[in-house]
């Protein structure tokens, strides 16, 4: 249905650009709420490659919602223990998961290749997902035409901008927001190395001064590792150099960490700018709603943008796919979620500038403070996180 006149959720065509995790996990919600979305998906195959991500419970509630945290679960490692570190191993704040999240929830957390989390995305949906879709602009809102770079269009009822902290749809919905840059680089491998069994379901954090690490495994065999340094490490030297330089400046990590950076191998070690966006002033216009980093990406230090991304997903998802007026759908999803989304953005930029932060007395400040933290006001926290979850009802 195309005209835009007098349409019915279940009739709506809906297109989704981006197919990550938040475009993926709004294509499943719309098809269980009833719809038949389609997903244009820029890159030209998926591939498994990539990094590790830590979902925590707020994700995997939203998992659960849509039927598919179990074989989340499965495809991941669920952590028994989270610990942040001192650089001499030393714990400045634990959390248990069964303290909290397993015992409250249901979910603790859960560590997982972002190639295994795609193919269970993959594997649930029905929807068409079409590859090699490069949008390259969204015109007229009110009745929207995508325009791809193969120079094909479609002109659907409704667009979600899923197309990441780049998005080509957001300069249709807040085109004057601009990315921000911390001064830092984050480097992430995922390497072959199995840990001793009372090691094999932690992940864990280090806060050193001037660097920031940690990781946690993927599965039996293998180990997400991610570093943060104040700038690029032999950025004209190629890869070797590269790991070489990254394996000298976190030669003295806690384990795993040496020894998952001297099993890295080279080609599979990615560079990322720390970046994301201030609070957008809108997230939607006409019949285009922005969703995941496309409306509020954040830095990765509370480790919750893709659990912000999913519940976007679903909050969406439910209003456009069980309500006839969109405007009134996109308004309660903006009700919902952009207050929360820029409360966690906004807590990650502190714990960025925390975490990044060049000062000898500030890092010691910051391990000092973590470790005189009160264990009731830590789990006063991540309940209200995980008790804040956006999630509709099915
Ligand atoms: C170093 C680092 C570590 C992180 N760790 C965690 C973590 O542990 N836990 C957590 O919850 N979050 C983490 N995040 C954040 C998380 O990765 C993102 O918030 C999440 O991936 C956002 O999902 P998304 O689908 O909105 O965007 P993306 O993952 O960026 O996906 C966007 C998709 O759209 C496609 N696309 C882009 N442009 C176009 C276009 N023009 N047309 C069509 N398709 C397009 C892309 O190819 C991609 O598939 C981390 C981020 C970083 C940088």
Redesign the pocket.
């Known amino acids: 249905m195309n005209s835009h006149d007098a349409e019915t959720a279940r009739e709506r065509d809906v297109v989704v650009?981006?197919?990550?995790?938040?475009?993926l996990t709004t294509a499943l919600a719309l098809e269980q709420f009833g719809a038949t979305p389609t997903v244009?998906?820029?890159?030209s195959e998926y591939r498994p490659v990539g990094?590790g991500?830590?979902?925590?419970t707020n994700?995997l509630l939203v998992f659960d919602r849509l039927g598919v945290a179990d074989r989340v679960r499965a495809a991941g490692v669920p952590l028994d223990r989270v610990s942040i570190r001192s650089p001499n191993g030393r714990p400045l704040v634990g959390f248990d998961l069964d303290d909290v999240e397993r015992s409250e929830f249901e979910y603790g957390a859960v560590a997982i290749h972002r190639a295994a989390l795609q193919r269970v995305l993959l594997d649930a949906l029905d929807a068409d997902v079409q590859t090699g879709?490069?949008?390259?602009r969204v015109t007229d809102p009110e009745q929207p035409t995508v325009a791809f770079a193969d120079g094909t269009r479609v002109c659907p009822d409704v667009v979600v901008g899923?197309?990441?902290?780049?998005?080509?749809v957001r300069d249709t919905v807040a085109p004057d927001a601009e990315t921000r840059t911390l001064p830092a680089a984050?480097y992430?491998t995922v390497a072959d190395v199995s840990l001793p069994a009372d090691h094999a379901t932690r992940g864990s954090e280090v806060w050193s001064h001037g660097a920031y690490t940690g990781g946690a495994p993927v599965d039996d065999d293998r180990f997400y590792w991610?570093g943060v340094l104040p700038e690029r490490v032999a950025p004209s030297q190629g890869a070797e150099a590269t790991l070489r330089a990254l394996r000298a400046s976190f030669t003295d990590a806690p384990e795993p960490i040496p020894r998952v950076l001297d099993a890295a191998d080279p080609g599979d070690v990615f560079a990322?700018d720390l970046r994301d966006l201030p609070s957008l002033p809108r997230w939607h216009r006409g019949r285009v709603a922005l969703?995941?980093?496309?409306a509020h990406?954040?830095l990765?230090f509370a480790?919750?943008?893709?659990?912000?991304?999913v519940e976007d997903a679903v909050s969406l998802a439910h209003g456009l796919a069980t309500g006839d007026d969109h405007r009134e759908a996109f308004e309660a999803y903006v009700d919902e979620r952009q207050s929360r989304a820029d409360a966690v953005r906004a807590e990650s930029r502190a714990l960025g500038r925390l975490g990044t932060t060049q000062s000898g007395v500030v890092s010691t400040a910051r391990n000092a403070a973590a470790r005189l933290l009160p264990g009731r006001v830590v789990r006063r926290f991540r309940r209200e996180r995980a008790a804040g979850t956006s999630l509709p009802p099915m």
């Open positions: 650009v981006g197919g990550g995790i938040c475009g244009y998906e820029a890159a990094a991500i830590l979902l925590q994700a879709k490069a949008c390259v899923a197309d990441g902290i780049d998005s080509a984050v992430r991610f990322t969703a995941g980093d496309a990406a954040m990765p480790g919750q943008g893709a659990a912000q991304a």
